[in-house]
Nanobody, 124 residues
């Protein structure tokens, strides 16, 4: 399976970025697709996921109301729309596929497949 992220880069405080995750070789319809991030010196944390099959969305409190997740079954792609970015959003963002977690944000240990990540830097 492959998950390939894109869309990272440099943004100013208050700006927006949209991350994409194109997948292949996995059971996309059955997967909860999650976005994690890892800042320097910090643990990897889940920021959002969209569960299967009910497409319910979950968000970390730190991004609620600013980040929005979506996925498309036909394109087997997920997006993370990030608005009103803050310097503390600076991190490498990873796309992940999870099959055993329902009804909440997954833990990193529960991820079946990872992407390689894309760097988001928010300047103050």
């Amino acid at each position: 399976a492959q998950l390939v992220e894109s869309g990272g880069g440099l943004a100013q405080t208050g700006g927006s970025l949209t991350l994409s995750c194109v997948t292949s070789g996995l059971s996309f319809r059955d997967a909860t697709i999650a976005w994690f991030r890892q800042a320097p010196g910090k643990e990897r944390e889940a920021v959002s996921c969209v569960s299967a099959p009910d497409l319910r969305e979950y968000y970390a409190d730190s991004v609620k109301g600013r980040f929005f997740i979506s996925k498309d079954y036909g394109e087997e792609t997920s997006w993370l729309q990030m608005n009103n970015l803050k310097p503390e959003d600076t991190a490498v963002y990873y796309c992940a596929a999870v099959y055993e977690t329902r009804g909440r944000l997954p833990q990193a240990s529960e991820v079946k497949f990872w992407g390689k990540g894309t760097l988001v830097t928010v300047s103050s």
